[in-house]
């Protein structure tokens, strides 16, 4: 079973239930570990919390949305990958080649570029899909 | 050794297994005459039974080395999902993209 990469869209439909919610959990079912970009935690709670702001779940919710997240994260259910320079220099060289029509904004960027000689899928719903992740094995819990 | 080619007649597959044991060919058609079918359906019925069975072992243990399938749900977490808590607004993937448009 290999690890997966999920972008904050992905993280966000496991933990509670909207549209995809059954698809993406079942898929999580069959894999090892899911593996996410660090910024992935800021919008994680950053789309957590407008569900707040809309009045669809009370504040003490999303803290008990965030105490489990931080708890799988904990467990390495979700591994966090540091967003190191060699990622970034990966992000200069998507836009270095970037074909001049693409919109790609730099959250977007920062979801995409694999290491080399990994091959897990990415599942980036918000973004353009590419290769695989596994940059390395960080958890910020 | 035995072989097994398919085919296809009048569009619906059809599987010859050659060199086929004899014992088990003769058990096969005994099963079929004691569940009053065809050798043909008793063979279809048995490998469903035999796949899915196979299926299932199979999604079995891909389930049990999947981290997510056997994570740890704090109680509060659980409860409050059973609220109902979250459910509509706008969904996390327009939510998230808006987020980077405005950045």
């Given at each position: 079973m290999n690890p997966v990469y999920y972008d904050a869209s992905y993280l966000l439909k496991l933990q509670i239930v909207e549209s995809g919610t059954i698809e993406v959990r079942g898929h999580a079912s069959t894999v090892r570990e899911i593996h996410s970009a660090h910024h992935g935690r800021a919008e994680f709670a950053s789309a957590a919390f407008r569900k707040v702001r809309e009045g669809v779940a009370a504040p003490a919710d999303f803290q008990r949305l965030m105490t489990q997240f931080h708890a799988d994260c904990l467990s390495g259910t979700i591994l966090l990958l540091p967003l190191t320079d060699t990622i970034l220099d990966r992000v200069d060289s998507i836009f270095a080649t970037a074909p001049v029509t693409v919109y790609l904004r730099a959250a977007d960027a920062l979801h995409l570029p694999p290491p080399p000689n990994t091959d897990s899928p990415r599942f980036t719903p918000t973004t353009p899909t590419s290769s695989p992740p596994p940059r390395s094995s960080a958890c910020a819990g | 050794m035995m072989e097994a080619e398919c085919y296809l007649f009048f569009n619906m597959p059809a599987l010859v297994i050659k060199s086929f044991p004899e014992d088990l060919h003769a058990r096969l058609r005994q099963i079929a005459a004691a569940h009053r079918r065809s050798v043909t359906q008793e063979t279809i019925h048995l490998l469903e039974a035999a796949i899915a069975a196979e299926e299932t072992a199979t999604a079995a243990a891909s389930s049990s080395q999947s981290k997510w399938a056997n994570r740890k749900l704090l109680p509060e977490y659980e409860a409050m999902l059973k609220t109902g808590a979250?459910?509509?607004?706008?969904d996390s993937t327009i939510a998230l993209s808006e987020d980077r448009d405005a950045r």
């Amino acid at each position: 079973m290999n690890p997966v990469y999920y972008d904050a869209s992905y993280l966000l439909k496991l933990q509670i239930v909207e549209s995809g919610t059954i698809e993406v959990r079942g898929h999580a079912s069959t894999v090892r570990e899911i593996h996410s970009a660090h910024h992935g935690r800021a919008e994680f709670a950053s789309a957590a919390f407008r569900k707040v702001r809309e009045g669809v779940a009370a504040p003490a919710d999303f803290q008990r949305l965030m105490t489990q997240f931080h708890a799988d994260c904990l467990s390495g259910t979700i591994l966090l990958l540091p967003l190191t320079d060699t990622i970034l220099d990966r992000v200069d060289s998507i836009f270095a080649t970037a074909p001049v029509t693409v919109y790609l904004r730099a959250a977007d960027a920062l979801h995409l570029p694999p290491p080399p000689n990994t091959d897990s899928p990415r599942f980036t719903p918000t973004t353009p899909t590419s290769s695989p992740p596994p940059r390395s094995s960080a958890c910020a819990g | 050794m035995m072989e097994a080619e398919c085919y296809l007649f009048f569009n619906m597959p059809a599987l010859v297994i050659k060199s086929f044991p004899e014992d088990l060919h003769a058990r096969l058609r005994q099963i079929a005459a004691a569940h009053r079918r065809s050798v043909t359906q008793e063979t279809i019925h048995l490998l469903e039974a035999a796949i899915a069975a196979e299926e299932t072992a199979t999604a079995a243990a891909s389930s049990s080395q999947s981290k997510w399938a056997n994570r740890k749900l704090l109680p509060e977490y659980e409860a409050m999902l059973k609220t109902g808590a979250f459910s509509g607004g706008v969904d996390s993937t327009i939510a998230l993209s808006e987020d980077r448009d405005a950045r």
